[in-house]
């Protein structure tokens, strides 16, 4: 699924204007989701705003080495943010509001502008990502994160394109020929190699 991977970073990183031009910072890390900032003691450290990547897909035999796969990707946007969004009233009655309620507020606007830029991105073997929800994830403790889920048809015909390069046709007669594996030589210790 890298093409898609690929394909929304060059889509973002082609609009970096339109975050300019909403007043909102663009993102800074992308990259595979591997549980970054809910452990980020395991990881190395890095920018925000940042966008993770993850994805399921569930295959159905479409012909000989093609398939179809259904495919969620769920995009996971961080906002390191320690504002506070607050409004309560004080014993008196007055209205308290948060001095920085702007800046804790930010995420709603990242995924809207997010979503605005990639929704409909569609490749040659991938059909237009269309959102099917948007969560916020709780497990972070100092950050602010949003989940935006995705679902996408995609085709995967790379053993149709190399069955050609793992198996060697063999003839068997006048009229048939058969597909056997082929097995590169193993060098022995030697130099010389087997077969």
């Keep these: 699924m890298d093409f898609i991977y690929n394909s929304i970073i060059e889509r973002l990183t082609q609009n970096k204007a339109v975050f300019e031009e909403f007043n909102v910072p663009f993102i800074q890390y992308f990259d595979l989701f591997k549980s970054q900032y809910i452990y980020p003691e395991l990881h190395l450290p890095y920018k925000r705003p940042a966008l993770f990547y993850e994805w399921a897909a569930q295959w159905t035999d479409k012909g000989v080495g093609i398939q179809q796969g259904d495919l969620t990707l769920r995009l996971h946007l961080e906002l390191e943010n320690y504002g506070e969004s607050f409004v309560g009233m004080t014993r008196t009655g007055q209205v308290m509001e948060s001095k920085n309620k702007g800046y804790a507020l930010e995420i709603f606007e990242m995924q809207k502008l ?22 916020p994830d709780l497990n972070p403790i100092n950050t602010n994160v949003t989940l935006i889920t995705y679902s996408t048809k995609v085709t995967d015909d790379t053993a149709f394109q190399i069955a050609d390069r793992v198996f060697e046709r063999v003839p068997l007669d006048d009229m048939q020929n058969e597909r056997v594996e082929t097995t590169p030589p193993v060098e022995e210790e030697d130099g010389y190699y087997s077969v």
């Design 114 to 135: 997010v979503h605005a830029i990639i929704s409909g991105l569609e490749g040659e073997a991938f059909t237009p990502l269309r959102r099917i929800s948007t969560d």
